[in-house]
Structures are given as C-alpha cells and as structure tokens.
C-alpha cells in the first residue's frame, strides 16, 4: 500500500477553530496545520501495518473492571445535608417547579 501524505491547510484549521469557537492567533494557526497533518501522516503509518490476524480491542493491555462493588447503605446523615438546603418540606428537598 502507497504511503500518502494527508495535509491540513490553513482553511480547514480556520474551519474547525470556528466550529468549535475558537479564537486562534495567526501563530497558533500555523502551529495547528503543522501538528494535525503530523497526525495524519502518523495514522497513515499505523494503516501500512498487517493487522488480519489481529482481533479489534478496545485497550492495549487486557484490564478486568477494576472498580469497587456498589454497596447499598443507610444514609445517616440526612438531617446535616437537609439542614443546607435552600429549600425543604419536612424529610425532602424542595425545588421550583419545571415545565
């Protein structure tokens, strides 16, 4: 497979700052053309690699869910987070109505 050379140009950095709302200087403009077409040449690399006997992974290093079990508790400090409230109706927070 040819190795092709993606450029960004200046227009479609001017582009992509205005959709996002970004106010760039002239410097950062030409800072940002050169850094994403470094990107996209990189890709470009990792796309001449021979991945067919590669499954599709969603991390580089196989990782079990490392977060703790929920726990159902009491929750004992109610009065001390209603005492803070703006707003309350006996055991319950109160909150404008939203239509």
Do not use: C, H, W
């Amino acid at each position: 497979m040819p190795t092709l050379l993606f450029m960004i140009d200046l227009e479609q950095v001017r582009k992509v700052a205005l959709l996002a709302r970004l106010e760039l200087t002239d410097a950062e403009e030409q800072q940002f053309t050169k850094q994403l077409s470094g990107i996209l040449d990189y890709v470009d690399q990792l796309n001449e690699l021979n991945t067919d006997d590669i499954e599709p992974t969603t991390r580089a290093i196989e990782l079990s869910n490392i977060t703790r079990e929920d726990e159902l508790e009491p929750f004992t400090a109610r009065e001390s987070i209603l005492g803070i409230a703006p707003d309350r109706e006996d055991d319950f927070f109160k909150v404008p109505k939203i239509l």
